[in-house]
C-alpha cells in the first residue's frame, strides 16, 4: 500500500522569497517520487523526479526536491519565487502493479505568489 | 511533436446518460492512463491501456469503462452518469516501456458536468 500526504493546502510567499511546498508518503516497497505542477485550464507537467538515483533531485524553473528516507519526506523547494510559479503542484508516489506502476496522487498544494 | 489532445474539452450530460472521452497519445507513446480530477477527492487514478490490454485499474465502478486501439488512442466511456461524475477527466501517455515508472504527459483535460 502506498500514500502521499501533502502537509499544507495552501502556501503564500511573497515573489522572490524562497517557496517549501511539504510531501510526507508510505510505501512498501522503494518509492518512485515525482512533483507535478497544474497551472490554471493547463494539464500536468513534470517537474521533477526521484528514481532512487541522487537524494537531492534537480528539476525544471529552479525548483529541486530532497529525498529523505528516515523522514519519509520528499519536500519541494525553490530559492526564489516568481509570479509564474503561482499554480497547483502535486507529489506523487509510484508503485509497481501488474507489470507497470500505479501512482498514487497528494491532494494538491496551492502556491500563491503576492508581488 | 504534438501533446497529448483530448476531446471534447467540455461537456454537459444529463444524469443517465452515458458518454465518451477520447485522448490522443503523444507519437510513439504506447501506454495511456486517465485519472478523475475532483475537488472533494482531488487526482484518482481510473485505468491504464498499453497496446490494446488494460494493464491496471483503480477503485472505480464498472460504469467506468475504457479502451484502446492500434495507435494507441483510447476512449473512456461512462455510463448511467450520476451526479458525482462530474469532474475533470485526465488523459496522460507515457512510452510505457521503461524499467521503472515513466513520465506521465498530460493533457488538458474534459470538464464533464452532470446535470
Known amino acids: 500500500a502506498q500514500s502521499v500526504t501533502q502537509l499544507d493546502s495552501h502556501v503564500s510567499v511573497s515573489e522572490g522569497t524562497p517557496v517549501l511546498l511539504r510531501c510526507n508518503y508510505s510505501s512498501s516497497y522503494s518509492p518512485s517520487l515525482f512533483w507535478y505542477v497544474q497551472h490554471p485550464n493547463k494539464g500536468l507537467q513534470l517537474l521533477l523526479k526521484y528514481t532512487s538515483a541522487a537524494t537531492l533531485v534537480k528539476g525544471i524553473n529552479g525548483f529541486e526536491a530532497e529525498f529523505k528516507k528516515s523522514e519519509t519526506s520528499f519536500h519541494l523547494t525553490k530559492p526564489s519565487a516568481h509570479m509564474s510559479d503561482a499554480a497547483e503542484y502535486f507529489c506523487v508516489v509510484s508503485a509497481q502493479s501488474g507489470g507497470s506502476y500505479i501512482p498514487t496522487f497528494g491532494r494538491g498544494t496551492s502556491l500563491i505568489v503576492h508581488p | 511533436k504534438a501533446g497529448v489532445t483530448q476531446t471534447p474539452r467540455y461537456l454537459i450530460k444529463t444524469r443517465g446518460q452515458q458518454v465518451t472521452l477520447s485522448c490522443s497519445p503523444i507519437s510513439g507513446h504506447r501506454s495511456v492512463s486517465w485519472y478523475q480530477q475532483t475537488p472533494g477527492q482531488g487526482l484518482q487514478f481510473l485505468f491504464e491501456?498499453?497496446?490494446?490490454?488494460?494493464?491496471n485499474k483503480g477503485n472505480f465502478p464498472g460504469r467506468f469503462s475504457g479502451r484502446q486501439f492500434s495507435n494507441s488512442r483510447s476512449e473512456m466511456n461512462v455510463s448511467t452518469l450520476e451526479l458525482g461524475d462530474s469532474a475533470l477527466y485526465l488523459c496522460?501517455?507515457?512510452?510505457?516501456?521503461?524499467?521503472?515508472?515513466?513520465?506521465?504527459?498530460f493533457g488538458p483535460g474534459t470538464r464533464l458536468t452532470v446535470l
Open positions: 491501456y498499453f497496446s490494446e490490454t488494460q494493464r
Open positions: 496522460a501517455s507515457s512510452p510505457g516501456v521503461a524499467g521503472g515508472p515513466d513520465t506521465q504527459y
